[in-house]
T-cell receptor, first 114, second 111 residues
Framework: DAGITQSPRHKVTETGTPVTLRCHQTENHRYMYWYRQDPGHGLRLIHYSYGVKDTDKGEVSDGYSVSRSKTEDFLLTLESATSSQTSVYFC?????????????FGNGTRLTVT | DAKTTQPPSMDCAEGRAANLPCNHSTISGNEYVYWYRQIHSQGPQYIIHGLKNNETNEMASLIITEDRKSSTLILPHATLRDTAVYYCIVRVPLNTDKLIFGTGTRLQVFP
């Protein structure tokens, strides 16, 4: 398994509260990503990072922010959680060394917003 | 990006080879074929990828036809732990961070 740890693995939170999900990698890869997976939508890219303090928006970034202060950690924050953000969130990393390097995924965080 | 077509489901006896097909007839010259699988409640797991030559690693083999319009993922000795949804994805390498997972093939390995 790629050295990716997501925490927490499960979380239940109330509408309107802020939530932070953490992705930690031990591979020293520069590229990191946050996806959400929902039935009927597959995997959708939320935000990504090409290095420390270098982040950008994906296709479903509204309501989310990210931070990358260290190579190994990529944080996803739901500023004010809504029920539509109930989902499974996956972090992924990619080696920048080869242009065709694949993504490697963590085991996800299941978030329920009540 | 090229669209892929996979059968929705397949069965395979434990210990036998599982051959999972994928059609990608609109693939362009610089697009790679990537295979992932997702076991229930886990993250997608990378299996293998290739451009035009056949590839093999510790998990599987990837056979790409000469015209590159289709490919087959081979799990040489399927085990019960190989039961998962398998996704074939065709992407330009620079866009591998924007993977589009379709519906895939649900492989059921039975004893």
């Amino acid at each position: 398994d790629a050295g990716i740890t997501q925490s927490p693995r499960h979380k239940v939170t109330e509408t309107g509260t802020p939530v932070t999900l953490r992705c930690h990698q031990t591979e020293n890869h520069r590229y990191m990503y946050w996806y959400r997976q929902d039935p009927g939508h597959g995997l959708r890219l939320i935000h990504y990072s090409y290095g420390v303090k270098d982040t950008d928006k994906g296709e479903v970034s509204d309501g989310y922010s990210v931070s990358r202060s260290k190579t190994e950690d990529f944080l996803l924050t739901l500023e004010s959680a809504t029920s539509s953000q109930t989902s499974v969130y996956f972090c992924a990393i990619k080696d920048q060394g080869a242009v065709n390097s694949p993504l490697h995924f963590g085991n996800g965080t299941r978030l329920t917003v009540t | 990006d090229a669209k892929t077509t996979q059968p929705p489901s397949m069965d395979c006896a434990e210990g036998r080879a599982a051959n999972l097909p994928c059609n990608h007839s609109t693939i362009s010259g610089n697009e790679y074929v990537y295979w992932y699988r997702q076991i229930h409640s886990q993250g997608p797991q990378y299996i293998i990828h290739g451009l035009k030559n056949n590839e093999t690693n510790e998990m599987a083999s990837l056979i790409i036809t000469e015209d590159r319009k289709s490919s087959t993922l081979i799990l040489p000795h399927a085990t019960l732990r190989d039961t998962a949804v398998y996704y074939c994805i065709v992407r330009v390498p620079l866009n591998t961070d924007k993977l589009i997972f379709g519906t895939g093939t649900r492989l059921q390995v039975f004893p």
